[in-house]
């Protein structure tokens, strides 16, 4: 079930905020005006304009940018410079395409002549208010069609929007939580994200693969992948997820970060439902998840954070249980405890002992250490109150064993078995993990008595 989100998707107060460099006499005029004072251009005041920006041309990106820092009035002729034909065909390369760019080395120099680029941006455009700063930076980069979020025809292999995010992150580092919030808020009207959003989330799975797709790749690219800082990427991860109702989180999510096909890189949704999965295909999402369990924000509790993880076990149905365990010991003790202490508090021992089971099964299929499961349950038995509910949780782990093998069991038994007898392997598997998990309970008793 899919809920519809409002189109106010980010509430920013509505004072004017102003950094506290600016002063009110800097106005937007800095782009337009010809009454500089030419006694702040230095020598270069000698120099005639056609001279000056023929001089800029055996100049790097970074020797541009400490230029522009020099005075107002040379930052003013270098916005000119970049706005000039020769200056645009010069810094916004465009050769995203080209077959050398799949080398590291190419690709490396384009992310890095972007970020060079962002800096430039950021200090010529200094002493502008944001919304004036962001709209002329847009005027400028609008000529780049892979920059924009439909603009390239081959997107799984343009680095248009990676340098575009590389842009944009040199270009914010550092900026108030307000004005990433305007940010966020000029990417969201100049896309119209928020409603290609709602399209995926309100639809069935799989049905719009392109836009899913789409979103995936600006979402990551453009807003995520760059931050050094987890701070900084939980975040934008917050700015896309928040506006909306926790199911449609969670299809967001799996959007963004799950599995995708290694031919097209459009979204995989029967992975988790139809077998046992890898820890290439949860990696993502348990690093998102990761990301906004442990950085201390206002705006996530660990109880979001876990219900979000129940509402994301079931996109686009409930999941394999052993895929879900999976994710539990990928996302880090902190996060597999309280999910499972949830279960506790909330009377769903049951579904806990079958939690316990295939936690114990991916420690034997992924070579974890087995007393890491033992251990994990004894910490979830300390959150029942009284020793009848903890003896009665520690019979509903023995219980689900046994189910759980007789149902390998009898599928075995059935000849439901496929090319590569995973079947059996399950079961072989599980036996083993039984049988591990059970020798470590063993050293833990025969130890406690001993001492």
């Not at 990106?61 to 000119?80: A, Y």
């Not at 994710?327 to 002992?353: D, P, W, Y």
């Not at 590569?420 to 025969?446: R, W």
Request: proline share 3%; hydrophobic share 40%; glycine share 4%.
């Amino acid at each position: 079930m899919t809920s519809i989100v409002s189109t106010s998707f980010t509430l920013i107060p509505n004072q004017k905020y102003r950094r506290s460099s600016r002063r009110s006499n800097h106005s937007c005029n800095i782009l337009g005006s010809d009454s500089q004072n030419l006694s702040t251009l230095g020598d270069f005041k000698a120099l005639p304009l056609e001279l000056f920006q023929i001089i800029l041309e055996y100049l790097s990106v970074k020797d541009i940018s400490m230029l522009s820092m020099v005075s107002k009035t040379i930052s003013h002729r270098l916005i000119n410079y970049i706005s000039t034909s020769s200056g645009s065909r010069r810094l916004l390369q465009q050769d995203f395409h080209n077959l050398e760019l799949s080398g590291r080395k190419q690709g490396s120099y384009m992310l890095e002549h972007y970020r060079s680029l962002g800096l430039l941006f950021k200090r010529c455009t200094l002493l502008l208010p944001t919304k004036e700063r962001l709209k002329y930076i847009h005027k400028i980069l609008s000529e780049v069609s892979c920059f924009k979020f439909s603009g390239c025809g081959i997107p799984m292999q343009c680095l248009g929007l990676p340098c575009y995010g590389m842009f944009l992150q040199t270009l914010t580092a550092g900026w108030d939580e307000l004005e990433c919030h305007r940010v966020y808020n000029f990417l969201c009207e100049l896309t119209n994200l928020p409603r290609k959003m709602h399209t995926v989330v309100c639809s069935k799975p799989g049905s719009a693969r392109k836009l899913e797709l789409r979103i995936r790749l600006f979402c990551r690219s453009v807003l995520l992948d760059h931050w050094t800082q987890q701070s900084d990427s939980a975040f934008w991860l917050t700015r896309i997820l928040k506006p909306w109702p926790m199911v449609n989180q969670a299809r967001l999510l799996y959007i963004i970060f799950g599995p995708i096909s290694s031919q097209d890189g459009q979204v995989v949704w029967q992975k988790m439902t139809e077998g046992p999965t890898d820890e290439t295909s949860l990696k993502g999402l348990a690093d998102a998840i990761k990301l906004l369990y442990d950085n201390d924000t206002k705006e996530w509790t660990a109880d979001d954070v876990i219900s979000l993880v129940d509402e994301l076990s079931v996109v686009p149905r409930e999941w394999l249980l052993e895929n879900n365990a999976r994710l539990l010991i990928l996302s880090g003790n902190n996060i597999c405890f309280t999910f499972m202490a949830s279960k506790a508090v909330n009377g769903r021992a049951n579904e806990l002992a079958r939690m316990i089971v295939f936690l114990a099964l991916v420690c034997e299929k992924d070579l974890y250490c087995m007393d890491w499961a033992v251990k994990m349950m004894q910490k979830v038995c300390k959150v029942f109150s009284t020793q009848v509910e903890r003896n009665n949780f520690l019979q509903n782990v023995e219980n689900a064993f046994a189910r759980v093998i007789m149902d390998m069991l009898q599928s075995v038994m059935s000849g439901d078995q496929d090319e590569e007898d995973s079947s059996f392997l399950n079961l072989f598997h599980l036996v083993n993990a039984q049988a591990n998990f059970h020798k470590e309970v063993l050293y833990i008793t025969m130890n406690s008595t001993s001492t």
